[in-house]
């Protein structure tokens, strides 16, 4: 539940600040899928104030919220089986939830092979010529289905190490030196 509340609540911020909110709502002991079914959104606002725009994602969790007991009956289990571009597209049919959320759910909370592209993805693939400034999100995540086994523990190792690369090197001001990408044709400034 932590994770999907997570995915939902760190975007466009940092993840420190997600932290502070999760621990609002575990010393509010909301964190069940009831309890923030039953919650009203001002009180769940409050609670994730921290995670920035409180007021957006808690009308984003909510929905998930209602979503799940409406069509699963409160089971995450039940939303995250199946097919997975099935369970990709119902979680894609809630407000608020677009492809990177959808798959960070899908993959740490679902352990499904869905392949996870946030900016720092997309920043080391544009950096190394790999993809164009307007490559689509379903482009890039298509390329890693394509060349890699679909094995989620295989995805939850190389999104890690994009994360990793991206923020000791791949900043938005690149630190080139000593990244094990540096012999690769690339542009820091891109």
Not at 34 to 48: G, K, Q, T, V
Not at 148 to 153: E, F, G, H, V
Not at 176 to 187: D, F, S, V, W
Request: one cysteine or more; a positive charge.
């Amino acid at each position: 539940m932590e994770i999907v509340v997570g995915a939902i609540l760190t975007q466009n911020t940092a993840w420190s600040n997600v932290e502070r909110a999760i621990d609002n709502l575990r010393r509010a002991r909301i964190l069940t899928w009831r309890a923030l079914r039953d919650l009203p959104a001002s009180e769940l606002a409050e609670l994730i104030r921290p995670s920035g725009t409180y007021v957006v994602k808690a009308k984003r969790l909510g929905s998930f919220v209602r979503y799940l007991w409406e069509n699963h009956n409160g089971s995450l289990r039940s939303l995250l089986n199946g097919e997975l571009e099935t369970a990709r597209g119902h979680l894609l049919s809630i407000h608020g939830i677009g492809p990177e959320t959808a798959d960070a759910i899908l993959l740490y909370a679902g352990n499904r092979a869905s392949f996870v592209v946030d900016a720092y993805t997309r920043r080391i693939l544009r950096r190394h010529f790999l993809c164009s400034d307007r490559a689509a999100y379903e482009t890039l995540r298509g390329l890693f289905h394509a060349v890699l086994p679909a094995d989620p523990s295989l995805f939850n190792q190389y999104h890690a190490l994009f994360v990793s690369l991206g923020k000791r090197h791949c900043r938005s001001r690149a630190r080139c030196e000593g990244c094990p990408l540096a012999e690769m044709p690339h542009n820091p400034v891109l």
